[in-house]
């Protein structure tokens, strides 16, 4: 059984479809990332299938439970991690926890328990007593994360969970989903990072205008995009189309942008090292004095390009 279902999942705010005909299935245990731009849609969709937005049209079903017609159901066996924290920011974390556990009746006993366990899975019970203020945005953002664990869920919902956090604060999340998804809860997050995305997915589709434009594993849309891209930054902004000729050269490489303003000519390419290697002897052959030269992943606005077809 698949963990969510979304069949032609529709959402209007006036002019604007935030949700146009989605189509979506998670398989139970899996991971999902959901990427797409800002406005693509994607916290409508979490936030139909959390039933905090109303059906419109369409079908949205979380564990088999249709969405629209039992949301209470729907709502006991889910966890929802937010685009804004919902933590007290004068209580401490684990008095933030004890009193989700109590929201979630778990009881005086039991909530307390759960606190103390949570705090030690997140790594924070040396800091689970001081008040969630004082703590870093990594800190919050796993203490929220744990808020959201109260009751176990079949299914969790993460919105956006590292955005705003530094690369330390995002390494820890991280870390702690990987933990999560260990203990065989499906997971299903958005999220603006094709890195993060490919860090932490199973399976990814791309979001944009309230479509599904792409989707499949990290190396199937990469494939699609054509994986790494070579940057070259010539000295010299008269070599700039001998450059280009060159990296269109090079075996395995895509279609060649040049940016005239910044001297760089770009492209992806299959296998980075080799690549590299041609394209340096390439440069140097054809004596054209380089500035900089640089591998690295496709940014979301190229996946978008690529994928899209749009300039
Ligand atoms: N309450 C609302 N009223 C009016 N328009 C809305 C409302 N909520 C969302 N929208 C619009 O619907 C579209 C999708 O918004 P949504 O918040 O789902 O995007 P998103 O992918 O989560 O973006 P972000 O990355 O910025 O969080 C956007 O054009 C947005 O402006
Ligand atoms: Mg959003």
Not at 25 to 44: D, I, Y
Not at 140 to 152: E, M, V
Not at 286 to 309: H, K, N, S
Request: aromatic share 4%; hydrophobic share 45%; net charge negative.
């Amino acid at each position: 059984m698949a963990a969510v279902v979304v069949s032609e999942l529709r959402k209007t705010y006036g002019k604007t479809k935030a949700l146009d005909g989605l189509n979506l299935t998670v398989p139970v245990g899996t991971v999902h990332a959901v990427l797409g731009p800002n406005g693509a849609g994607k916290s409508t969709l979490i936030r139909t299938l959390a039933t905090l937005l109303r059906v419109e049209s369409g079908r949205a079903e979380v564990t088999g439970v249709d969405v629209a017609r039992d949301p209470d159901e729907v709502r006991r066996r889910i966890g929802l991690l937010g685009q804004h924290a919902a933590l007290d920011e004068d209580l401490s974390g684990w008095q933030n926890l004890e009193l989700f556990g109590r929201l979630y009746h778990l009881g005086a006993r039991r909530a307390a328990a759960r606190a103390d366990e949570l705090l030690e899975r997140f790594e924070l019970a040396g800091t689970g007593r001081k008040a969630v203020k004082a703590y870093s945005g990594g800190m919050r953002r796993r203490l929220d994360l744990a808020a959201s664990l109260i009751i176990q869920p079949q299914v969790l919902f993460l919105d956006e969970p590292t955005t705003g956090l530094d690369p330390r604060g995002r390494t820890e999340v991280w870390g702690a989903l990987r933990s999560l998804v260990g203990g065989g809860t499906t997971v299903m997050l958005t999220t603006q990072y094709l890195e993060e995305a490919d860090q932490l997915a199973d399976r990814i589709c791309v979001v944009d205008h309230g479509r599904v434009i792409a989707d499949g594993t990290a190396d199937q849309l990469k494939a699609k995009v054509g994986g790494d891209r070579i940057d070259v930054v010539v000295h010299d902004a008269g070599d700039l189309r001998a450059a280009a000729a060159a990296l269109a050269e090079v075996p395995g490489a895509g279609a060649v942008d040049s940016d005239e303003d910044d001297r760089v000519v770009s492209a992806p390419v299959a296998d980075r090292m080799s690549a590299l290697s041609h394209l340096m002897r390439a440069l140097q052959e054809a004596g054209i004095d380089v500035d900089d030269l640089a591998v690295r992943r496709p940014t979301l606005d190229e996946v978008f390009i690529q994928l899209t077809g749009a300039a």
